[in-house]
């Protein structure tokens, strides 16, 4: 990467910053498409986010993603927010408009439907009900996404119901029927689903691993673990052995990025193999 009087700037805000691999994605498609553009990691603490963001037109930038834990305050911060951001209640991507004004946008729903088509072309949202182990961040994405696939049924499965019962009344549409279970209950929850979908921390390095169990799934079920570090998680070694399509977090994390780096850098970008291979390589565990 060669900096030039001209080169485009974007990056990423977080705190701490450190274990982001948005650099690595993204610095990959600027070599592989050889432009002058460089992405930082850009290390803000919570209490500098709003100067943080309202710097970066003053200083060229094109936009910035966000992660922990700025995604919720941007919110409040930015000139315009997409109605699928407001409706998720978090901003992962911001773009610099002409003007100068800040647009947040949230495309981890993107980044969840693009892998799930890519990996499963045949799943069929008609089915059965989709589950979703989790109600944080991820979760609101992942059903905001669902909403639109035309399933019929999302059944939330949390650990804390409150949270469960929260982001089904956030994200409640006519599209499609949200139910809310307790964790006690997930066996009962899976049953006749069409797609299994854990978005907990569970199976993080560091974590305890999330073990369901899977006897009374239909075989054909996709079963997607969107951690991905490690990339291969207890549950999807278990869902492999029974015969499930799996699918894991590494596709999600590719395609979330795709809409900012096109519209900071304007060149459309691929999730290809060489871009998997360089980044399975960054997401061995740290434990
Ligand atoms: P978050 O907002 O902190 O939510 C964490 C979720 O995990 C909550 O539902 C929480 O339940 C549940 N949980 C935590 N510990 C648990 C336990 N011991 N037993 C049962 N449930 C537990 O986190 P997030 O941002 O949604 O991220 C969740 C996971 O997705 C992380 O592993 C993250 O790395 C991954 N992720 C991947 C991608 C990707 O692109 N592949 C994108 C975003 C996130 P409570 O509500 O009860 O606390």
């Avoid at 070599?31 to 290390?43: F, Q, T």
């Avoid at 998720?88 to 800040?102: E, H, Q, R, W, Y």
């Avoid at 909403?147 to 949390?158: C, F, K, P």
């Avoid at 490690?230 to 999600?252: C, F, I, K, Q, Y």
Wanted: hydrophobic share 45%; net charge negative; charged share 15%.
């Amino acid at each position: 990467m060669k900096i030039s009087g001209t080169t485009r700037l974007a990056g990423i805000m977080g705190w701490p910053v450190t274990h982001s691999r948005s650099p690595v994605l993204h610095g990959f498609w600027l070599d592989e498409n050889e432009i002058d553009g460089a992405y930082l990691p850009l290390p803000v603490r919570p209490e500098h986010i709003e100067q943080a963001l309202r710097a970066l037109p003053i200083l060229g930038f094109r936009g910035c993603n966000l992660t922990i834990p700025h995604k919720q305050t941007a919110l409040s911060v930015v000139d315009s927010v997409e109605p699928l951001a407001r409706r998720i209640g978090a901003v992962n991507t911001v773009i610099i408009g002409p003007d100068g004004s800040l647009e947040g946008r949230n495309t981890d729903a993107f980044g969840f439907c693009e892998n799930l088509r890519e990996a499963v072309p045949e799943w069929n949202p008609a089915a059965g009900p989709a589950v979703i182990l989790g109600a944080g961040g991820a979760a609101r994405a992942i059903v905001a996404a669902l909403a639109d696939t035309g399933v019929a049924e999302i059944r939330i499965v949390n650990r804390t119901l409150a949270h469960a019962a929260a982001l089904a009344s956030d994200l409640s549409t006519p599209k499609v029927a949200i139910t809310v279970h307790s964790w006690d209950k997930v066996s009962t929850a899976q049953r006749e689903a069409g797609l299994i979908v854990n978005a907990t921390s569970l199976g993080m390095a560091g974590e305890p691993a999330l073990i369901l169990d899977l006897s009374s799934l239909p075989p054909s079920t996709p079963v997607v673990d969107i951690v991905y570090v490690p990339l291969e998680t207890e549950l999807l070694a278990a869902a492999r052995r029974h015969g499930h399509p799996v699918v894991d977090g590494l596709g999600m994390l590719l395609h979330q990025g795709r809409p900012g780096f096109e519209a900071w850098f304007g060149v459309p970008v691929q999730v290809t193999h060489e871009l998997r291979a360089a980044m399975r390589a960054t997401l061995a565990p740290t434990r």
